[in-house]
């Protein structure tokens, strides 16, 4: 039996059916009527009908075989005019019907055909409305990781729903975090963004990297980590192409390597860190990875008050200078290149001797010796604060 007690899915709506109704009844030129499997019809190009009972769709149903209707047999069944009416069938079962109104030998030829394509339809929405329930579903999973609260949530069933989609968060992942604007020189009124998660997804897509929106503007996506490419070169594949195929312009936050769900809320909470601090230290970068950031967002961390201390006890007298930026890049070039003149002169693109010249002033203006190791370290922390708070 076709119909029986099961609950079925909404798979014929409404909606749905009176636009393939409208449709064909439109190009064949013979009215569509569409019934639901207790035989009301949901669609036809002959809105009067909506709503009432076909009863020839109930045995038609039952018996999975078309069904054609005279003048004299339509007129004894309620709802049914002269016409054919035919099964539609998705895996096997019958989910309503459709029927074409006229001369059982003039609508024929359209039947089958008729059946088909609404057949084709359905799949395809249902093939649709199962991509967007799962587009969904990876939604509210990385959000609800970003919001992960112990107190609140069960890190375990957010592990189960993630294997439900086929993804282990047990394995190592580490966030990536996209944040998306226009880019200078575009912006020609055309929105390229519908495109943009499958951008994405062609740059991490190995089968456990999970990418999904998760705010205006922002996309996430959790990249297995000892997948042979690493996040850094993906991730400036990445902000390339997004520039060139769709005009806007990515920044990109790298997390940390996480294995939990705990620790993934972790990632995503550096991810966001290293897009907050990332463009005050290299403004030229669109990718900021947080490991290259952990002094700075530790510093960020510290009050205020404490940040502004540090640099009144190491560079107050430097900050009271004109040339101020340029000392300040100065000594973070000079202690990141571990105080190696040649390296340092090249970080920052200038003569070993300017160098010097500047690592003399630093030390006159401030106060401190280059041979007292603290007091580099101090002013190095006091720099990268004041790049924190004050960037160039």
Wanted: hydrophobic share 40%; with cysteine; charged share 20%.
């Amino acid at each position: 039996m076709a119909t029986s007690g099961h609950a079925w899915p909404p798979i014929l709506t409404p909606a749905l059916a009176q636009g393939i109704a409208g449709d064909t009844s439109d190009i064949i030129g013979f009215n569509v009527l569409i019934t639901d499997r207790h035989g009301t019809v949901i669609g036809s190009g002959d809105s009067s009908r909506l709503g009432s009972f076909h009863e020839a769709s109930v045995e038609v149903m039952h018996t999975l075989e078309p069904a054609a209707h005279s003048g004299d047999q339509a007129r004894r069944l309620r709802g049914v005019r002269p016409g054919i009416t035919l099964p539609i069938v998705i895996d096997g079962r019958a989910v309503g019907t459709v029927g074409i109104t006229g001369s059982p030998a003039q609508v024929k030829r359209f039947g089958l055909v008729v059946k088909r394509q609404t057949e084709i339809l359905l799949q395809e929405s249902m093939l649709l409305r199962s991509r967007m329930l799962r587009e969904r579903t990876m939604e509210d999973l990385l959000r609800d990781i970003m919001q992960f609260d112990p107190d609140v949530a069960d890190p375990g069933e957010l592990m189960a729903r993630a294997q439900e989609l086929g993804f282990n968060l047990g394995q190592p992942h580490a966030v990536v975090l996209i944040e998306i604007s226009e880019a200078p020189g575009h912006g020609d009124g055309t929105d390229s963004r519908p495109g943009l998660l499958r951008v994405i997804r062609e740059v991490f897509c190995g089968p456990q990297d999970l990418v999904a929106s998760v705010a205006g503007g922002r996309y996430a996506a959790l990249r297995r980590t000892s997948a042979p490419a690493d996040p850094r070169p993906l991730a400036d594949r990445l902000a390339d192409r997004i520039r060139q195929s769709a005009g806007l312009q990515a920044r990109i936050g790298l997390g940390g390597s996480a294995s939990s769900v705990p620790e993934l809320h972790a990632s995503f909470a550096d991810a966001a860190a290293a897009l907050r601090l990332g463009p005050r230290v290299r403004p030229g970068s669109p990718v900021h990875a947080i490991d290259e950031l952990r002094v700075h967002q530790v510093l960020a961390a510290a009050p205020s008050t404490a940040r502004l201390r540090l640099g009144e006890v190491f560079t107050a007298e430097l900050r009271e200078r004109p040339e101020w930026p340029a000392l300040r890049q100065t000594i973070i070039a000079f202690c990141e290149n571990g105080f190696n003149l040649v390296k340092a002169a090249s970080a920052l693109n200038i003569h070993r001797n300017t160098l010097l010249y500047r690592l003399d002033k630093i030390a006159a203006l401030s106060g401190h010796s280059g041979d007292d190791h603290v007091a580099r370290l101090g002013m190095y922390l006091a720099c990268v604060a004041d790049q924190v708070d004050h960037p160039a």
